[in-house]
């Protein structure tokens, strides 16, 4: 495939944001994780075949534009000398243990990150567990280990790169290791946001910058820095079914691990069933995430509301992307009161959707 129709791609149908709450994009083109172009690097574990190729490392949540852009250097420099695209990128996220009491919210989980990844033209990508090892190896000691998977005659980072113990291993230090095993290092510039925006806190498009757009639910400058609708991968679990009492059955859907999370209050977005796979259906969504306030709820949850579906979900995992905001939570005087703003809620992501009005 080339560069060209991978952008068109990449930024395709599904992949502009709302910029009002009149135009939307349609459901996102079908994404497919491809687990033989992925390898869940363990400690004992054998080998595959080692490759020659030129690895991009880093953390990559999210794969926003930054960082497809450092991914298409990686390619270009692959297609040009021959070998394969390489993508190391770490799980659990380094913060996770660094920090463990301060667990950062993520972007993405790895299969979404390795999808993306495949969508981009990456032959193949390294989920590499980020441990108290790794944290403690030696420059030496890390190039040695990712030498038992791939060759690397170029590794491609962003700026600031470093790993290891007290982060020694600095695009300098790791140069001067190339020079034994036979590869350079080459350091991408961050992308700029649209126009040098500034307003959440840097010109640069970066992963933080993103958890901070999502979680104060601005989903249009989330999707423009990300390249596409922001997600929210989790499996559907049994509540208290009180949605079903008041015509509105919902599924509750729970990440694996922390999670940016958008700010309370109600959404539109399309929900994908059996997601990353060949058979993943789209269905148009109404999201409430909160604590249930007219019901004097205490756990914040993130609930799906599928006009028209009738079916089980439980313990099947759903991806939600994020259209729209329409409205923060509210507590309401009655339940009469409550459904008849979420009637009006349906309605409206409905119509932001493109969907044709369908009863509850």
């Not at 030129?54 to 960082?67: M, Q, Y």
Request: glycine share 10%.
């Amino acid at each position: 495939m080339s560069e060209a129709s991978m952008n068109q791609g990449w930024m395709g149908r599904g992949y502009l944001p709302a910029t009002d709450l009149t135009h939307v994009p349609g459901p996102p083109d079908r994404n497919m994780l491809d687990l033989a172009r992925v390898t869940f690097v363990q400690g004992a574990m054998p080998p595959p075949v080692t490759r020659e190729a030129v690895v991009a490392i880093g953390n990559f949540d999210g794969v926003h534009r930054g960082h497809a852009d450092l991914i298409a250097h990686a390619r270009r420099e692959a297609t040009s000398r021959g070998i394969e695209c390489v993508v190391l990128t770490f799980d659990p996220h380094p913060a996770h243990v660094l920090r463990p009491h301060e667990p950062t919210p993520l972007v993405s989980t790895p299969i979404e990150r390795a999808a993306w990844m495949h969508a981009l033209g990456v032959d193949h990508v390294l989920v590499w567990p980020f441990d108290a090892d790794v944290q403690s190896q030696t420059p030496e000691q890390f190039v040695q280990a990712i030498t038992r998977f791939v060759h690397p005659r170029a590794i491609i980072h962003g700026p600031g790169f470093a790993v290891g113990r007290g982060r020694a291993g600095t695009s300098a230090v790791l140069a001067e290791v190339g020079r034994t095993h036979g590869f350079e290092m080459i350091e991408v510039v961050p992308v700029t946001a649209p126009s040098g925006d500034t307003t959440h806190g840097s010109p640069l498009i970066s992963s933080s910058a993103i958890r901070r757009l999502v979680e104060t639910g601005s989903i249009a400058d989330a999707s423009t820095y990300l390249g596409r609708l922001p997600t929210y991968l989790g499996t559907v679990r049994h509540g208290n079914k009180m949605g079903r009492t008041i015509g509105f059955p919902t599924a509750n859907v729970h990440p694996d691990g922390p999670r940016a999370t958008p700010l309370d209050g109600v959404y539109a977005a399309w929900v994908e069933r059996n997601p990353l796979s060949s058979t993943a259906v789209f269905h148009a969504g109404a999201i409430s995430i909160g604590d249930r306030p007219t019901f004097n709820g205490t756990i914040r949850l993130v609930e799906a509301f599928l006009p028209g579906f009738d079916g089980d979900l439980y313990d099947q995992e759903l991806r939600l992307h994020f259209v729209a905001r329409l409205r923060g939570q509210v507590r309401f005087e009655s339940i009469d009161a409550l459904v008849t703003q979420m009637n009006a809620d349906v309605a409206t992501c409905l119509h932001l959707l493109g969907e044709p009005a369908k009863q509850p």
